[in-house]
């Protein structure tokens, strides 16, 4: 079975540019959350979806940050304008269930390097 | 106060040992545990979930104490592969998992 898909796996860029991160969620999962990982700062929840509908955007730094769901299987994240502050890992996890308790399934990550 | 608490290591351990390490929360209704397992350069991966009664799988063993508010992993036999960080999770009683910054271990031979 396949697994949460995201892409790009690497993304290198100047500041300044958009930059969009893609995730496919397990079939059958409802609930999405995009992760960001940095050494300083650990694993951080920017947003979480449930049954599509962003629940809580509290940990999207500022507005640069946006992030959709138009439907169950896709999701985006996007940074615009980007700046070297936020490379990072970005990690998209899929689980079912309301309770938030279950399990998360992660994808492999987007590696961002914003120059 | 951090809501999860690890001890960031690392733990350097010979091949055969037994390592165990905790980690504190600070929400009594938290319901749901897990340890989750992360090698380098890689994404966080389900070790086990950690139940009331506690619960082992092989040569892990995860136990629950709610009186004082912490989690804990013991490594039996612990072999090279066994290297990684190990994150653990809470939820926060809002639908929420909290991270914890994570342990690394570094299994030598």
């Known amino acids: 079975d396949a697994g949460v898909i995201q892409s790009p796996r690497h993304e290198v860029t100047e500041m300044g540019q958009e930059v969009t991160l893609r995730c496919k969620p397990i079939s059958g999962h409802n609930s999405l959350f995009w992760y960001r990982q940095t050494m300083m700062r650990g694993l951080e929840l920017l947003i979480y979806f449930n049954n599509n509908v962003p629940i809580d955007d509290s940990g999207m730094p500022e507005d640069r940050f946006s992030a959709k769901m138009p439907n169950a299987s896709f999701s985006t994240l996007k940074i615009q304008p980007s700046e070297p502050r936020d490379s990072a890992v970005y990690f998209c996890?899929?689980?079912?269930?309301?309770?938030?308790?279950?399990?998360?399934?992660f994808g492999p990550g987007t590696r961002l390097l914003v120059l | 106060r951090k809501e999860v608490e690890q001890d960031p290591g690392p733990f350097n351990v010979p091949e055969g040992a037994t390592v165990a390490f905790n980690c504190t929360y600070s929400?009594?209704?938290?319901?749901?545990f897990f340890w989750y397992r992360q090698d380098c350069r890689k994404e966080p991966k389900l070790l086990m979930s950690v139940y009331s009664s506690g619960n082992e799988d092989g040569r892990f063993t995860a136990q629950l104490n709610r009186a004082s508010q912490y989690i804990s992993l013991l490594i039996r036999d612990s072999k090279l592969s066994d290297s990684a960080t190990y994150l653990c999770v809470v939820d926060d009683s809002n639908y929420q998992l909290i991270w914890g910054a994570g342990t690394k271990l570094i299994i030598k031979p």
């Open positions: 929400n009594s209704a938290s319901q749901s």
């Open positions: 996890a899929s689980s079912f269930g309301t309770s938030g308790g279950e399990t998360q399934y």
